[in-house]
């Protein structure tokens, strides 16, 4: 054990403890290299234009701001807010949406009537009904994984067909 007679050790214990929940608090979130919005949901204010974005995060979101009134404002009706940017961010993502068919369940997007667009911590992902979205958020990181799987495929250029290859074999 150690003694406090040792103010040293006791500081590097302290320093030691404390320092994950250093890391934790300063570390940015997983998402924040993909945030989709450019400007503030609240204000429609470009992010940055009135100095640097203000970033908190609401349920394991992130959400930026363009400054702290617009936090408030968020903060006292926050449902009525995440609504809106769920509805700005399945816009802004759903051009580029990697699958044809339901993450869940491998049904084609739209043969069940319109898909189920439903927004997680930032992106969008589409189902074929509403029904999928529990199975979804029993296991999220399976389904997001799948995701960028399908959107890493779509990024991939085209093979080129060897230009020294015949037309066709055989002859």
Same mark, same amino acid.
């Given at each position: 054990?150690?003694?406090?007679?040792?103010?040293?050790?006791?500081?590097?214990? &302290?320093?030691?403890?404390?320092?994950?929940?250093?890391?934790?608090?300063?570390?940015?979130?997983?998402?924040?290299?993909?945030y989709?919005?450019?400007?503030?949901?609240?204000?429609g204010?470009?992010?940055?234009?009135?100095?640097?974005?203000?970033?908190?995060?609401?349920?394991?979101?992130?959400v930026?701001?363009?400054?702290?009134?617009?936090?408030?404002?968020?903060?006292?009706?926050?449902?009525?807010?995440t609504?809106?940017?769920?509805?700005?961010?399945?816009?802004?993502?759903?051009?580029?949406?990697?699958?044809? @068919?339901?993450?869940? @369940?491998?049904?084609?997007?739209?043969e069940?009537?319109?898909? @189920?667009?439903y927004?997680?911590?930032?992106?969008?992902?589409?189902? $074929?009904?509403?029904? $999928?979205?529990?199975?979804?958020?029993k296991?999220?990181?399976k389904?997001?994984?799948?995701?960028?799987?399908?959107? &890493?495929? &779509?990024?991939?250029?085209?093979?080129?067909?060897?230009?020294?290859?015949?037309?066709?074999?055989?002859?």
């Open positions: 054990m150690i003694s406090p007679r040792h103010p040293l050790a006791m500081l590097v214990l &302290a320093l030691l403890v404390s320092l994950p929940l250093l890391a934790e608090e300063a570390a940015p979130l997983s998402n924040s290299a993909a989709p919005l450019d400007y503030c949901i609240v204000s204010e470009k992010l940055g234009s009135m100095g640097e974005a203000v970033v908190k995060s609401y349920d394991g979101r992130e930026r701001f363009c400054c702290n009134s617009c936090v408030e404002t968020f903060g006292k009706n926050q449902k009525k807010w609504k809106k940017l769920d509805a700005a961010i399945a816009a802004a993502q759903k051009d580029d949406y990697p699958l044809e @068919t339901c993450v869940v @369940t491998g049904e084609k997007l739209g069940m009537g319109k898909p @189920t667009e927004v997680y911590q930032n992106r969008l992902v589409r189902f $074929c009904c509403d029904g $999928c979205i529990q199975a979804f958020n296991e999220p990181h389904y997001l994984a799948m995701l960028d799987a399908a959107r &890493a495929r &779509a990024q991939e250029p085209p093979a080129v067909k060897d230009a020294h290859e015949p037309e066709s074999a055989g002859h």
